[in-house]
Structures are given as structure tokens and as C-alpha cells.
Nanobody, 123 residues
């Protein structure tokens, strides 16, 4: 099995910063991409940022210039540095990974999700 464990969420004031971490562990052949999604109360789960093993990145327009995603491939860990936080950033943040897992006839691409970590930004 593959597990994703997030950490680093919490309560901050507007304009503050947080750094989220997500570590993947388990039976992993390789990780093609890792990313962060968020879901605010009553809203859909939306993409925040993704990063591939080749360090290509993609950000939601609402966080460009404020958030930075990075990845340590050796540790199977992804980070999200969040600066200049706004109240509208308040949400549960979920780690996501596209993982090649071992199978009898070759690796199979499977999507895994973390349990989520709460980020609350006060005004």
C-alpha cells in the first residue's frame, strides 16, 4: 500500500506564511507527479499546484506569485510554501500523488490522496 501523510497546517493571520509537507511511503515503483488540492466549506476540491518528477510546475491563478511547490524526489516528499496568505485560502489542503505501483505484469499508475490538513487564515 501507499500512504501520503500531510503536515504543517494551522491557523495564521492574513499576510502570514505556512509550509505544508507531504511524505509518500509504501510500495512505490516511482512517483510521476505530486500536488496539492484544497477544498473550502461548500466548495469543490480544486487544484492548487502540481509538480512532476522533472520539476515542471502548474499553479492555480489564485495562488500564482504567493505559493511555491517543490519536491524532494529522494525523500518522496512534496512541499507547499504559502506566503501572503489571504482569508480565501482557508480550506482543507490535500496531498495528491500519481504513483507507479508494482504489479505482476508491470507497474500500474494509481492516484493516492492524503487525509488532508486544515489551513485557516484569519482576517
Amino acid at each position: 500500500q501507499v500512504q501520503l501523510v500531510e503536515s504543517g497546517g494551522g491557523l495564521v493571520q492574513a499576510g502570514g506564511s505556512l509550509r505544508l509537507s507531504c511524505a509518500a511511503s509504501g510500495s512505490i515503483f516511482s512517483i510521476n507527479a505530486m500536488g496539492w488540492y484544497r477544498q473550502a466549506p461548500g466548495k469543490e476540491r480544486d487544484l492548487v499546484a502540481v509538480i512532476t518528477s522533472g520539476s515542471n510546475t502548474n499553479y492555480a491563478d489564485s495562488v500564482k506569485g504567493r505559493f511555491t511547490i517543490s519536491r524532494d524526489n529522494a525523500k518522496n516528499t512534496v512541499y507547499l510554501q504559502m506566503n501572503s496568505l489571504k482569508p480565501e485560502d482557508t480550506a482543507v489542503y490535500y496531498c495528491n500523488a500519481a504513483v507507479q505501483v508494482p504489479r505482476a505484469f508491470g507497474p500500474s499508475l494509481t492516484i493516492y490522496w492524503g487525509q488532508g490538513t486544515q489551513v485557516t487564515v484569519s482576517s
